[in-house]
C-alpha cells in the first residue's frame, strides 16, 4: 500500500463520517469520564472489547492497557497515548461545599463557574464550581485578585441524599461534552481522546490486506496528567516482554496562534497540522528520528510544525528516562484552551496527525527507513 492509495482509501470525510471509528467513536471517547489517577478504568474496559475486535492481544500491566498487533515485517514499534484527562478530586467537605484538589494542570480562573459531575460510590452529583461576586466581597473587593487554587470550592447540587454521599477521593469531572463544528472537534476530552482515536484508526488500517506494517504495541496509559506515572509503571514490563525498537508518544500539545504567547520561548505551533517536537520541559527527543518525522511530513505535503520549547511534556519523559527506555519522538494534534472545557482541536491537524503515524508505519520504505535509524 502506498501513501497514495491510502490517501484515497481514507479521506477527512471518511474518519468524520459514521464508520465504525468515525465520530460516534470519537464521542464516546470523548465522553467517557478519565479523571487522572482514580477514573481511567471505563475507558480501558470499553478500549478491551474494541481492541479484541481488531484482532489485537490486549492485556493489562499494572494499571495500564497494552495492546498489540503482530506485523508482517521487520521491526516494532511502541505507541504511547494517555488515556486519563485533567480533573479534580473531593479532598474536603463542609460548610455546605466541598472542596477539589486538581488531578492534573488546571488553571483555577478557567475552571470556575464549570458545571461539573461529582462521581460518589452511589451514583452521580450534578455540581458547579462557585465564585464569590467581586460586589460581596465588601468595598474595593479583590475583583482584580487572581483566581488560586485553594479559591476553588464546588456546590453540589444534587437531592439531600445524593450529596450525603459525596466521600473524600471522590473524582469531580469537569462537564464538557463532545461537540462538532465544521472544522472543529470539541471537548476537554481531546487531550487525548483523540490520540486513543487516532491510535484506533491506527490499528483498523492493519486490516487492509494489502498492507505492510511493523508489530505495534499500544500503551494505553494512565496517570499522565499527574505525572505520566502510568508509563513510568507500564514502560518496564512492556519493554521485557516486548522489546519495542522505538517509540511514538502520541499526544495533543497547545497551539502557540493566540494573543499574548512569547514564540521565542513557546515556539510557532498553529492549529492545521501536527506538531513534531525536538524537546519540550520533560523530554528531550530523538534528533535523528525527529529530523526524519520532519522529513516525511515534508515529502507527504502534510503542514506541520517543527516545536522547540522549554513548556509543557508527555508520557515522552519516562519513555526517554526510565530504564530501558527507547529513542522517541513525539507527534502531537495542536489544541487550543487545552485543560479547559472548551478545549478545541482542528478536524484537519486530527487527520493530518494520523495520516503522517500511517505514512510512517505502513509505507514500506518509509517505516524501513525509520526502523533502520532507529536500529543503528
Ligand atoms: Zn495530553
Redesign the pocket.
Given at each position: 500500500m502506498n501513501i497514495a492509495d491510502m490517501l484515497q482509501l481514507k479521506s477527512s470525510e471518511a474518519f468524520f463520517g459514521d464508520g465504525r471509528f468515525g465520530v460516534r467513536l470519537l464521542e464516546e471517547i470523548l465522553n467517557t469520564p478519565t479523571v487522572s489517577g482514580i477514573q481511567e478504568r471505563l475507558l480501558i474496559e470499553k478500549l478491551r472489547s474494541i481492541l479484541a475486535g481488531l484482532g489485537c492481544k490486549n492485556e493489562m500491566i499494572g494499571d495500564c492497557l497494552v495492546a498489540v498487533k503482530e506485523g508482517n515485517q521487520d521491526g516494532s514499534v511502541l505507541i504511547d497515548v494517555?488515556v486519563d484527562t485533567v480533573g479534580f478530586a473531593v479532598n474536603h467537605i463542609g460548610d455546605g461545599v466541598v472542596h477539589v484538589m486538581p488531578m492534573g494542570g488546571i488553571t483555577p480562573s478557567a475552571a470556575v463557574t464549570n458545571y461539573v459531575t461529582i462521581h460518589t460510590r452511589n451514583g452521580q452529583v450534578p455540581g458547579i464550581i462557585g465564585y464569590t461576586p467581586p460586589h460581596l466581597k465588601g468595598s474595593g473587593g479583590d475583583d482584580k485578585k487572581a483566581v488560586e487554587q485553594g479559591d476553588l470550592f464546588v456546590i453540589p447540587q444534587g437531592t439531600d441524599e445524593q450529596n450525603n454521599a459525596i466521600g473524600v477521593g471522590d473524582p469531580v469531572e469537569i462537564v464538557s461534552p463532545f461537540s462538532l463544528t465544521d472544522t472543529w472537534i470539541r471537548g476537554l476530552g481531546v487531550?487525548?481522546g483523540i490520540?486513543v482515536w487516532q491510535v484506533l484508526n491506527l490499528l483498523a488500517m492493519t486490516a487492509d490486506s494489502t498492507a505492510t506494517y511493523p508489530t505495534i504495541i499500544v500503551s494505553f496509559s494512565t496517570q499522565?496528567?499527574v505525572g505520566a506515572h502510568g508509563t513510568e509503571r507500564v514502560l518496564p514490563g512492556i519493554i521485557q516482554k516486548y522489546e519495542p525498537d522505538i517509540a511514538i508518544v502520541l499526544?495533543?500539545t497547545s497551539s502557540t496562534a493566540i494573543p499574548g504567547v512569547k514564540k521565542e520561548l513557546a515556539g510557532d505551533i498553529g492549529l492545521d497540522g501536527p506538531a513534531i517536537t525536538f524537546r519540550d520541559h520533560g523530554t528531550v527527543y530523538d534528533r535523528q528520528l525527529t529530523d526524519f518525522v520532519l522529513c516525511v511530513a515534508r515529502q507527504l505535503g502534510i503542514r506541520h510544525y517543527p516545536r522547540m520549547t522549554q513548556f509543557g511534556g508527555?508520557d515522552g519523559m519516562k519513555l526517554t528516562q526510565v530504564a530501558g527506555g527507547r529513542r522517541t519522538v513525539s507527534i502531537s494534534t495542536p489544541s487550543l484552551n487545552i485543560h479547559s472545557m472548551s478545549a478545541s482541536v482542528k478536524k484537519k491537524a486530527t487527520y493530518l496527525t494520523l495520516l503522517l503515524l500511517a505514512g510512517l508505519l505502513f509505507h514500506k520504505e518509509t517505516w524501513l527507513g525509520f526502523y533502520g535509524i532507529a536500529t543503528s
Amino acid at each position: 500500500m502506498n501513501i497514495a492509495d491510502m490517501l484515497q482509501l481514507k479521506s477527512s470525510e471518511a474518519f468524520f463520517g459514521d464508520g465504525r471509528f468515525g465520530v460516534r467513536l470519537l464521542e464516546e471517547i470523548l465522553n467517557t469520564p478519565t479523571v487522572s489517577g482514580i477514573q481511567e478504568r471505563l475507558l480501558i474496559e470499553k478500549l478491551r472489547s474494541i481492541l479484541a475486535g481488531l484482532g489485537c492481544k490486549n492485556e493489562m500491566i499494572g494499571d495500564c492497557l497494552v495492546a498489540v498487533k503482530e506485523g508482517n515485517q521487520d521491526g516494532s514499534v511502541l505507541i504511547d497515548v494517555h488515556v486519563d484527562t485533567v480533573g479534580f478530586a473531593v479532598n474536603h467537605i463542609g460548610d455546605g461545599v466541598v472542596h477539589v484538589m486538581p488531578m492534573g494542570g488546571i488553571t483555577p480562573s478557567a475552571a470556575v463557574t464549570n458545571y461539573v459531575t461529582i462521581h460518589t460510590r452511589n451514583g452521580q452529583v450534578p455540581g458547579i464550581i462557585g465564585y464569590t461576586p467581586p460586589h460581596l466581597k465588601g468595598s474595593g473587593g479583590d475583583d482584580k485578585k487572581a483566581v488560586e487554587q485553594g479559591d476553588l470550592f464546588v456546590i453540589p447540587q444534587g437531592t439531600d441524599e445524593q450529596n450525603n454521599a459525596i466521600g473524600v477521593g471522590d473524582p469531580v469531572e469537569i462537564v464538557s461534552p463532545f461537540s462538532l463544528t465544521d472544522t472543529w472537534i470539541r471537548g476537554l476530552g481531546v487531550d487525548d481522546g483523540i490520540g486513543v482515536w487516532q491510535v484506533l484508526n491506527l490499528l483498523a488500517m492493519t486490516a487492509d490486506s494489502t498492507a505492510t506494517y511493523p508489530t505495534i504495541i499500544v500503551s494505553f496509559s494512565t496517570q499522565e496528567e499527574v505525572g505520566a506515572h502510568g508509563t513510568e509503571r507500564v514502560l518496564p514490563g512492556i519493554i521485557q516482554k516486548y522489546e519495542p525498537d522505538i517509540a511514538i508518544v502520541l499526544d495533543c500539545t497547545s497551539s502557540t496562534a493566540i494573543p499574548g504567547v512569547k514564540k521565542e520561548l513557546a515556539g510557532d505551533i498553529g492549529l492545521d497540522g501536527p506538531a513534531i517536537t525536538f524537546r519540550d520541559h520533560g523530554t528531550v527527543y530523538d534528533r535523528q528520528l525527529t529530523d526524519f518525522v520532519l522529513c516525511v511530513a515534508r515529502q507527504l505535503g502534510i503542514r506541520h510544525y517543527p516545536r522547540m520549547t522549554q513548556f509543557g511534556g508527555t508520557d515522552g519523559m519516562k519513555l526517554t528516562q526510565v530504564a530501558g527506555g527507547r529513542r522517541t519522538v513525539s507527534i502531537s494534534t495542536p489544541s487550543l484552551n487545552i485543560h479547559s472545557m472548551s478545549a478545541s482541536v482542528k478536524k484537519k491537524a486530527t487527520y493530518l496527525t494520523l495520516l503522517l503515524l500511517a505514512g510512517l508505519l505502513f509505507h514500506k520504505e518509509t517505516w524501513l527507513g525509520f526502523y533502520g535509524i532507529a536500529t543503528s
